[in-house]
């Protein structure tokens, strides 16, 4: 099931509002992760938006490689990373993976790094929930 379907993708404007309102973040360079649970049905645990600064990369050519990346990235990892997690959770995890690096790192680079990543956001929900 490596696929990304637009159900895993946030779109919702209500939801982006409450996730950079109220949601919990922290940095893994080159990634700054914010993350809240939400109480709505969906056929997929956890929902993702992937941005890339303007102010950093100007070219929309660079921007769209770098989301690329990370989509490609984050089909890969969800899987074995991030769904079994939140297995049997009745909330619905949104997050936003956004690019905080100063340049187009490989894609190999942002494997390990995605990993990483995702095997930290899920010690920040396990801790977020023991508490």
Known sequence: MNTFNKEERLCSRKLLDLLFKDGSSFLLYPFRISYHFVDVQNSYPAQV?????KKRFKK????????????????LQKQKELYPALEGSEQLLIFSIQYVGKKIYEFSFLEKKMEATLKRLVSNIKNDQGN
């Open 49 to 53: 938006v992937i941005n890339a600064p």
């Open 60 to 75: 929309a050519v660079d921007r769209n490689l770098i989301k690329r990346r990370i989509r490609e990235v984050y089909r």
